[in-house]
């Protein structure tokens, strides 16, 4: 067997037990009772050791050697072999120690922000996250090292593969240069709008569901390749040949449900249309997490709140949820879908104030890595950040600084890459509308197979072949470019603009 | 360390990569849509290999030759080394090219069989039948070398460590010639009762679930640390911190899903009852298939086909199914329950004829085992022991010695535990009779804290601490007796006998 052939039968196993890990951690989101959670976490532990193992096999250093030098791989091979190396790198460069130390240190940094951020104490949060950090510092810098990238990179390139903070850099300051005067005038051009008003109908689980699902089928989800299911917060788990989203049915309304729904599908289709004839390797899974993000925003924000969509689907929830009344009507659901608020948190925001929130997480979090900000001082540069960007400052830290758990257990570096899905979703779509035939009319007919044939062919089914900029490049004739986002954003918010 | 501790840290390991292997079964029996089966069985496959890795590593050779010098070992900690070597013996003692032959083989004539028994047409099966039965042949013959057993003792091991075919025989003989006397007796005798009524009401799934919910309530089971669900064949899986059953809901009556549920918690109570300091080791363990098949008889036959138990739930059967009419009366209801009729169909016996069909299984698989019966001989083989020991004769071999599933994939020595499973749950509840007070009482109010707590205490907390016979004779007294089981059904069957 050649050396590269042995590395795809280690790592397809390695794959195959990432999919079972997958999947356990769905059933603990979903279908676990609460007595269960000490005996799942002890599952989940066990097979993370052992993915770890396989991961970090002595023998891989060697295997890698040979295979450098072996002729005749192909593309794909030779994606995959990089790939696999990439994720090896990654596995051994720090050493256990400190690997579980952060573990262990994040666990409880996470377990004391709960409370602390309930009774709205960063005091008490402080020192914990400030351990936390030193020792994100300190895998950042050996990362770094391993994989010749800067310490923030190198933490980066966990979530978004390749991905460069001078880049992003570039491209926040173009976007944080544009975002505020642009929010003005989207904010005094929706005051001489009519209020959008909320429409009232039957929002009973049941119904939601069945529209749920309906508007899955419109998008083409297959059920005889997953499911739907409700969880606290929606997500899309499982794996490709049987993808798993859940959303989260509100008593009284519609909206977060279905679009949560269509957020998750988006992630969903591009599982589903990674390539089969590399289920299982590093090269057949999906790109990273901004070209994931692309594909729900894609969905979610591109194509479902569009006025092209809203006219499709006003009807069909007006007749689901059994509503009366001038609420339903396309131009209200329209400005109900779209509506623009500067607000505090992250997770509820708007389209155009996401990017705002994005940006000052980014520049903190690089900050405190560098050395730049010390915990203490992050209340106050959190409220100037928000002041500077977005317009409002918190009243307290609960709703600032401590709102999001990514720093708690020292996940840095993930925060950028749902505003890179944001505009790569923009340029992704902008490149479908261009290939394709009257884009606009298709959506407004609840046609989606246009839109996503498209994507399937440019983006899932090449799963990890290229590089993010290059499959970006091959999709849209260019690397990723704000005006895009820019562009889209000035279309929808402000039309007369 | 000791040995012993590195050999309870990789048995643990072992363990919880196991209750893994569990969960992936649960969800793929009730959760998974059809188009993830093949994924599916690309992560349990990958999980069994490391577990048969685990299970075999080299270094436990020598770890098990020191752990058996180790002092000062309490008695849990030898029972759970001996329990591993056991473990150890059956992984290690076949040929791992011999596995999977006989692993590739009975899934070919599992699949052959499913159309062979469709087709009704034994011919087409017989030599692959034959052929597995001939793998299985050498396996046992090996096992049987490396436990020092005999073949059949060696296979029976798997399901029932230290079961012996040399006892059942006697216990079995003993049952053959009751039996077929006893039956004409029985059918006598209800030939001179009221014919028994179906009740008819309202058998929703949605009342079905809630009954089903309310009797696992009542029997103790916590719905914390476990879930109730549906499946096409009964079940109890997951882990005993979060045990999963399953029933199935008939459109047209409600006797079948919820003697199905009683069934299953039996086996759920068993599990979460498992001592839990010694979770994920061998020791702490469910002893064998015969003891937790006599919890879910006990529970199902034992206590709740009693006229007491009949009498708590027939009126709470009728509320929840919006009855009315004399067939939901107590003395109709508890014929139901206690009908007895001559069947072809294992699955569907009641418990006068269940053991007939066992003991012709039982026969017949270890004559196959022993070269003594060859496959072609096996239809009128099948239809001579009908004729003896239940009086009737399969008109076809569908019905008839094709019907169970257990043969085709290699399956022999685990028929034997259904009906020890039955004799064990008599003598257990006559035990626990004895020993409470008012039994009868008890369940006619519905409680089962009397039953269960005792159970617990004798049965469940021992995990695999004592030999299967050493346990039943520290509850009961006595090793496996008969009598219990035959005094039991006269009881019940012959009330004037």
């Known amino acids: 067997m050649s050396a590269y052939a042995e590395l795809e039968e280690h790592f397809g196993k390695a794959g195959r037990l990432g999919d079972a890990i997958g999947m356990l951690y769905w059933d603990m989101a979903t279908m676990m009772p609460a007595g269960g959670a000490e005996a799942r976490s002890e599952q ?53 120690d400190l690997v579980s130390r952060l573990s262990r240190k994040g666990a409880q940094t996470e377990m004391v922000w709960r409370s602390a951020r309930a009774d709205n104490d960063f005091a008490r949060l402080a020192p914990h996250l400030a351990e936390t950090l030193e020792l994100v510092r300190e895998t950042a810098r050996i990362k770094g090292e391993a994989l010749g990238l800067k310490p923030y ?140 993000e692309s594909q729900s925003l894609l969905v979610e924000m591109q194509a479902c709140r569009s006025r092209a969509f809203a006219s499709f689907v006003a009807p069909m929830y007006r007749d689901a949820f059994a509503g009366t009344g001038d609420a339903w009507e396309v131009e209200n659901l329209y400005r109900v879908m779209t509506r623009v608020e500067r607000s505090l948190i992250r997770v509820d925001a708007d389209e155009v104030t996401y990017p705002a929130h994005v940006i000052l997480r980014y520049r903190l979090e690089k900050a405190m890595l560098a050395g730049e900000l010390e915990v203490v001082d992050l209340p106050e540069a959190w409220r100037a950040g928000m002041k500077e960007l977005l317009g409002i400052e918190p009243p307290d830290d609960r709703d600032g600084c401590m709102q999001d758990i990514h720093w708690m257990d020292g996940t840095l570096g993930y925060f950028p890459t749902y505003t890179l899905g944001a505009m790569t979703a923009a340029q992704l779509f902008a490149a479908a509308d261009r290939a394709l035939d009257d884009l606009d009319g298709q959506l407004a007919r609840g046609e989606f197979g246009g839109l996503m044939g498209w994507m399937g062919e440019q983006i899932h089914a090449k799963g990890s072949l290229l590089s993010t900029e290059a499959l970006l490049t091959e999709a849209t004739g260019e690397a990723l470019n704000p005006r895009y986002f820019k562009e889209h954003l000035r279309r929808r918010y402000l039309p007369e603009g």
């Not at 929002?203 to 409700?230: I, N, P």
Request: one cysteine or more.
């Open 44 to 96: 989940i532990a066990t097979l993370r050791v052992i993915h770890h193992e396989l991961q970090t096999d002595p023998k891989l250093g060697e295997l890698f050697e040979k295979a450098r030098d072996e002729a005749g791989l192909s593309a794909w091979q030779i994606a995959n072999r990089e790939e696999m190396f990439r994720q090896y790198t990654h596995a051994t460069a720090v050493p256990s």
């Open 153 to 292: 990179d190198a933490l980066l390139d966990q979530y978004e593969p390749g991905g460069s903070s001078e880049t992003i850099d570039a491209i926040f300051d173009d976007l944080a240069g544009f975002l505020p005067e642009f929010l003005e005038a989207v904010l005094a051009h929706q005051a001489e709008q009519p209020e959008p008003v909320m429409p009232v109908g039957d929002f009973s689980v049941e119904r939601q569901e069945k529209v749920a699902r309906r508007l899955m089928e419109t998008l083409g989800f297959d059920f005889e390749h997953g499911r739907l299911d409700t969880s606290h917060h929606p997500f899309c788990g499982g794996v490709p040949d049987d993808v798993r989203l859940t959303t989260f049915y509100a008593p009284d309304g519609f909206l977060k449900g279905m679009m949560g729904v269509l957020h998750e599908t988006g992630h969903a289709l591009y599982e589903r249309g990674l390539p089969a004839e590399w289920r299982y390797q590093p090269v057949g899974a999906a790109r990273g997490m901004s070209v994931h």
